[in-house]
């Protein structure tokens, strides 16, 4: 074991880990002792056997500040007596590759450094999270741990004579009681992706319809070095099917979210180009977006589509005996319920947050979930995929083809055959970000307070069945988490559910979801067939007086 300093520090405020570990702007971390104080709580709270012995996986999006922090973590976890470090060549690793070095390695857990979907540079966002060792985000009770420890920590402890490892050179570096092993990042989670998805049938489709184009846009995040290996040297597709695939610590001073506003370069070139297949990642490779010059793909309906084929032609699920079960979070929209009703699987509505669907992928009841926050995936890992999802698109069209060979298979085509099986879910979601917390934290406890008032009532033609607060029951450990959003259910099955979101670093994002059933009219507008129950949202919730705000940042 490494020689530890201590070094006396007090606790810092507002250290609580939200969904997806703690996130601040950069300034925050680099207060002396800040990043050092939470690190500690890490380690302090790690599980049993706790850090002694133990072997943790390191990485992060590659954002402004992650190589210092690394080498912090390193320090500080030799300090606290782990043994091995497994780190990604020059600190990357996106987080889904992380989960699945977590798990291949049977590492004891995971710090993934990055602020996701959130911007990077120095005057934007840093973000830690602790991963446990079924390659999954930490549950509530593990967080709960870290924040207490934050609340009482008194010092923290560090390697003496330490200085730096050389995150570059790949290969093991030993060190007095420990060792750090740099490895390829991209290696490991390509060779995962490769035993799930027929690569042969997609590079059949590529050179059987040179018609067909894809664009993939990393938004300078971390994937554009998976996406090169992935489409260009594996799939064969062109170099130019590249877009922004270079990591940099601002992401090229935009914001790494896919959706169609941050997303607007690749939209714009979808549109010009007449892209057959558009894809995008967010900063930290979790997230995706897919179109097409003629279709936007919903979050909500890309994993229903995915559930409906995924048995017939990916061969991950075809070898395992097909899908076990389905989820969803709550605030995305019904589709992936009406697959499951017809295959005869469960279904389960979690909570917002990865984590909620780790328990039920490891008591084996789970296959494919998604959030309509553009997270989609599988339980190949435990954390949202963004490449799967595209691979897994690219491997239904490949598929689709061949089987149908006289119909051409487009992006459009795939999502109309759905929405004439199982009809039509028209789903939208209105951000508006950095609001005045105060202000927000009132709208919805007036929201949770009007159940009794509001049923019955009318708004544009619907009518109001049910106001709650939504709440969940893990089937697996019965733990409890109350307080998940405010859901407004009409009598025809519409819903509007408001939410405040824990993934920015600052003041709080109010969240709209709006969802309309329609086994008829598959074409509409989306904003158009939703504006009755966009506009009963906002005269229900007040927005504009709680907030200020009359119109979102951001509508997908």
Request: charged share 20%.
């Amino acid at each position: 074991m490494a020689t530890a300093v201590k070094t006396t520090t007090t606790p810092f405020e507002g250290q609580k880990p939200g969904t997806s570990g703690l996130r601040k702007r950069v300034v925050v971390f680099q207060q002396p002792h800040y990043t050092e104080n939470f690190v500690q709580a890490i380690f302090t709270a790690m599980p049993a056997p706790g850090p002694q012995g133990a072997t943790v996986v390191v990485g992060g999006d590659g954002r402004f500040y992650m190589k210092d922090v690394v080498q912090k973590i390193i320090s500080i976890g030799a300090a606290n007596g782990v043994a091995r470090f497994i780190i990604g060549q020059n600190g990357i690793l996106s987080t889904p590759a992380a989960s699945a070095v977590i798990r291949k390695r049977k590492a004891d857990g995971g710090i993934i450094l990055t602020a996701s979907h959130n911007p990077g540079g120095p005057d934007n966002d840093f973000g830690i999270k602790y991963n446990m060792r079924n390659g999954g985000p930490a549950p509530e009770s593990v967080t709960d741990a870290i924040y207490r420890a934050t609340l009482s920590i008194a010092e923290y402890k560090t390697t003496a004579g330490f200085s730096s490892v050389d995150l570059a050179a790949v290969g093991e570096q030993r060190f007095d009681g420990f060792v750090v092993e740099i490895v390829d990042p991209v290696e490991d989670y390509v060779e995962l992706i490769k035993s799930i998805f027929d690569f042969d049938q997609i590079r059949r489709f590529r050179q059987a319809s040179p018609q067909f184009t894809l664009l993939f846009d990393a938004l300078n995040g971390v994937t554009g070095p998976y996406g090169r290996r992935i489409f260009v040297e594996e799939l064969g597709f062109p170099e130019s099917c590249l877009d922004q695939c270079t990591p940099l610590e601002d992401f090229g001073g935009s914001h790494p979210d896919p959706n169609l506003a941050y997303a607007h370069r690749l939209v714009e070139r979808v549109a010009k180009e007449r892209i057959s297949l558009g894809a995008a990642s967010d900063g930290d490779g979790d997230r995706n977006m897919v179109i097409s010059h003629d279709w936007f793909v919903t979050p909500s309906d890309s994993v229903a589509l995915i559930a409906h084929h995924a048995a017939d032609c990916i061969p991950y699920f075809k070898a395992g005996g097909g899908l076990r079960g389905l989820a969803r979070s709550m605030p995305t929209s019904c589709a992936i319920d009406r697959v499951a009703a017809q295959k005869g699987l469960e279904c389960f509505e979690v909570p917002t947050g990865w984590k909620f669907f780790g328990n039920l992928m490891d008591a084996g009841r789970l296959s494919i979930c998604g959030e309509e926050s553009f997270g989609t995936g599988s339980d190949h890992i435990r954390e949202k995929d963004g490449i799967w999802a595209i691979v897994a698109w690219l491997n239904i069209i490949a598929y689709a083809s061949q089987t149908t060979p006289s119909t051409d298979v487009s992006v459009r085509s795939l999502m109309l055959d759905f929405y004439a099986t199982y009809g039509r879910n028209y789903f939208t979601r209105y951000d508006y970000e950095e609001v005045d917390a105060a202000g927000a934290t009132l709208m919805v406890d007036r929201l949770r307070g009007l159940g009794p008032d509001l049923v019955g009532k009318s708004f544009g033609g619907f009518t109001v069945a049910k106001l709650d607060d939504f709440e969940y029951t893990d089937p697996i450990d019965n733990s409890i988490s109350k307080k998940q959003g405010v859901r407004v259910i009409f009598a025809d099955s519409s819903r509007i559910i408001f939410r405040l979101s824990g993934t920015g670093s600052q003041g709080a994002t109010v969240r709209i979801y709006i969802e309309k059933y329609d086994d008829k009219l598959f074409d509409q507008e989306t904003q158009l067939a939703l504006k009755p129950l966009v506009d009963a949202a906002l005269e229900i919730s007040k927005l504009e007086e709680y907030t200020g705000r009359s119109e979102p940042t951001v509508i997908t």
